[in-house]
């Protein structure tokens, strides 16, 4: 799956997890841009895309990453 679709499958997410329809994510974000994104909305939104992709992330994994473009880098490397 290329990084374009990877974007287009995370962007509804997105949307639902911080009910937020104009949020479109971008490799740039990260939490410190989306005031909706708390410890709570990080979980629902990982758990989330682990559903709509049937992938696991690690905590390892997770707690590495900067931005949505290391989180896309990531889902690119389990599908």
Not at 14 to 25: C, M, S
Not at 38 to 48: C, E, F, K, Q, T
Not at 65 to 77: A, E, S, T, W, Y
């Amino acid at each position: 799956m290329e990084s374009a679709e990877i974007y287009e499958r995370l962007t509804p997410i997105f949307q639902d997890v911080f009910d937020r329809d104009d949020l479109v994510p971008h490799a740039a974000l990260s939490a410190a841009d989306v005031e909706e994104w708390d410890s709570l909305s990080h979980i629902r939104l990982v758990v989330a895309i682990e559903q709509a992709l049937n992938i696991r992330f690690t905590i390892g994994e997770l707690s590495s990453l900067k931005n949505v473009g290391q989180m896309v880098d990531l889902i690119r490397g389990k599908l």
